[in-house]
């Protein structure tokens, strides 16, 4: 039975994809619908890659050349399931970053507090 080898750079580029989705998860933002649609997306193009290398229980030269072709698209499923996740991981930090400075700048800040304090103060005594 032959069996066509998971290219190294492949294999490395699915572990930095699950290291980024761990990152992710650490800082809050994996649960994005976009990042869990890239994530299941390539979970089944991975799980398509291992059932096109080990089912190969071809003979011939057809059907290994078939079993071939489909390894090999698998293969650039995974490699765009990953860099589409990685892109949703950009995205979905992006927009966390943006919805946390607009939280931070909607919160009164105790600096902004005492301008009003003095502002109200030096107006009333002014007016008496």
């Known amino acids: 039975m032959p069996k066509i080898a998971i290219p190294p750079d492949l294999a490395g580029m699915f572990a930095a994809c699950e290291d980024a989705y761990e990152q992710a998860t650490r800082e809050g933002y994996a649960e994005n619908p976009a ?12 799980k398509a890659l291992l059932v096109a290398n080990y089912n190969m229980t071809a003979k011939g030269f057809f ?41 931070a700048l909607s919160r009164p800040t105790s600096g902004r507090r ?13 007016a008496a």
Not at 35 to 46: E, G, H, M, Q
């Open 63 to 103: 059907p290994v050349e078939f079993a071939t072709m489909r390894t090999d698209r698998a293969c650039r499923a995974t490699r765009k399931a990953c860099i589409n996740l990685h892109a949703a991981i950009e995205q979905a930090a992006a927009e966390n970053n943006l919805y946390n400075r607009c939280l």
């Open 35 to 46: 990042v869990i649609a890239a994530v299941t997306a390539l979970k089944s193009a991975w």
């Open 114 to 126: 005492e301008v009003a304090l003095i502002e109200a103060w030096h107006s009333k005594s002014s």
